[in-house]
């Protein structure tokens, strides 16, 4: 092993601080002492370093452990490129794609059941931990893997390296749940009832900790009736709405837009807001605003009491926006599987599931584990699902799928297909004809629409559809 590039060191009465890629680490005694060993430029042995840190701390707990103990040490030292270590420490067999994911769903499945099965979970011999943390990575379940890894029996390089990635997230995580405080404190003196939504309201009430799912954008869910105040009061503090989209205002294209879509996206900096009136194309798969907020939920988040919505109204939505995904990412299952696990979410239970929101629960509970004693729905939901519909989400998972992505030549075929998925979805005919419109008039088209007479904005969206079209056209004969 030999020592990596460290930018400072500050040592005071037995506390070592370092300085690397500009972030701050607070060593143990141990770790310090394991640099001591590592000279710069320099290769050393790991038994050496073994042998130095036993002489200068003696025997851990456990003295049949002391290799083990240290050898974790280095491995979280390696996550930070503190030390480089050697291939001998990431020997590893191939497993295919698939068998890879399947460990993951393993792994995932003891954290959500965790307080049912009091047994930890084993990744077990000859797996490649390299690929099992790509695919973590990918599907975006780094933190909730890295946080309950009590339940998890994984090799130290593995465990070090998720820690460290954690680390990472959730210092890139705090500046932006400083952002969503500043705006609800904006938007309560205004008056606005605000709920926040997925991200880090979701991890607080899926997983008890805000920081957990890792970075996301902030979604924000208002009353229709309040929607324009909102946009407004977000843009006059430096949001900015991209120019895909209509500007609120007094326009027919923004008017047109607020009836016929559900959410708007402004940005800040690196940071961006959903701003939703509706959480979601299915206006009735979730009740109304009014309802949500008198069945809300009240969470912490960086010490400040937030609004969000009632866990079962989570659990829900959770399951629709999963299935809308093609069940694409673990983390959305994992999400829904730690709800569906919580006595909580079924004491709160209002109303009946739609089909989409069932086969989710379904793929959730036979990929990742069907819960002890688990409720009746939670059971149903799994002999819902078949053989077929598991194999579909595995391909997605595996990105051999790319559900509301694939592309067709013909333009109906895609509004086609996503009117079927929101028929499973539960949608009224409302919903299906907003969908048309929307696929007729576009935001990109709405935000050129910059009259408030709709016969002239009308003809301004005609002019630009056409001439998108032409363009298009021009550009394929081009590239033959």
């Excluded at 940071?271 to 109304?288: E, K, N, Q």
């Amino acid at each position: 092993m030999a020592r990596g590039p460290i930018d400072d060191e500050y040592r005071d009465a037995g506390r070592s601080v370092v300085v690397i890629a500009a972030r701050v680490l607070v060593l143990s005694e141990v770790a310090a002492t394991i640099l001591d060993c590592v000279p710069e430029q320099a290769e050393v042995d790991v038994e050496d370093v073994v042998h130095a840190v036993i002489s200068a701390h003696g025997l851990p707990p456990g003295a049949a452990d002391a290799r083990d103990a240290i050898t974790e040490q280095l491995h979280d030292l390696a996550a930070h490129n503190l030390v480089t270590l050697d291939d001998e420490f990431y020997e590893e067999t191939r497993l295919t794609d698939e068998a890879v994911l399947r460990l993951l769903h393993g792994a995932v499945g003891a954290t959500t059941l965790a307080p049912a099965v009091a047994r930890r979970w084993h990744l077990g011999a000859a797996v490649p931990t390299s690929a099992f943390y790509a695919i973590a990575k990918r599907h975006r379940v780094i933190s909730q893997l890295a946080s309950h890894d009590e339940h998890l029996a994984f090799p130290p390089a593995l465990r070090a390296r998720l820690r460290a990635s954690h680390v990472e997230m959730v210092a890139a995580n705090a500046p932006v749940a400083d952002d969503l405080i500043q705006v609800l404190d904006l938007l309560e003196a205004r008056g606005v009832r605000v709920l926040v939504v997925k991200g880090f309201a979701l991890a607080a009430q899926a997983w008890g900790d805000h920081l957990v799912r890792g970075y996301g954008d902030l979604d924000l869910l208002v009353h229709p009736d309040d929607l324009d105040e909102t946009a407004l009061c977000l843009v006059h503090a430096r949001w900015q709405v991209p120019p895909s989209y209509p500007a609120p205002g007094t326009s027919w294209g923004w008017q047109q837009f607020m009836r016929t879509h559900h959410e708007l996206t402004l940005v800040r900096s690196s940071t961006s807001i959903d701003l939703h009136w509706h959480l979601g194309p299915v206006r009735r798969a979730l009740p109304d605003f009014n309802t949500l907020w008198s069945r809300r939920a009240t969470i912490q988040i960086a010490s400040h009491d937030v609004a969000t919505l009632g866990p079962f109204d989570a659990f829900a939505h959770s399951a629709s926006h999963s299935a809308r995904d093609g069940w694409r990412w673990v983390r959305g299952i994992a999400d829904v599987h730690r709800l569906m696990c919580m006595p909580s979410t079924w004491a709160d239970m209002n109303r009946e599931l739609s089909r989409d929101q069932l086969t989710t629960i379904g793929v959730a509970a036979r990929l990742l584990g069907l819960p002890p004693g688990s409720h009746p729905i939670t059971r149903h939901a799994a002999t819902m699902v078949d053989d077929r519909t598991l194999r579909r989400a595995l391909r997605a998972q595996l990105g051999q799928e790319h559900p509301g992505q694939r592309t067709t030549g013909l333009p109906m075929l895609t509004t086609f297909r996503a009117v079927v998925s929101l028929g499973k979805s539960g949608a009224s005919l409302e919903d299906l004809i907003r969908r048309l419109i929307a696929d007729l008039l576009p935001p990109w088209a709405l935000a050129r629409c910059t009259s408030s007479r709709a016969t002239v904005a009308l003809s301004q969206a005609a002019f630009h559809r056409a001439h998108e079209f032409v363009g298009r056209r021009v550009g394929r004969a081009a590239r033959r």
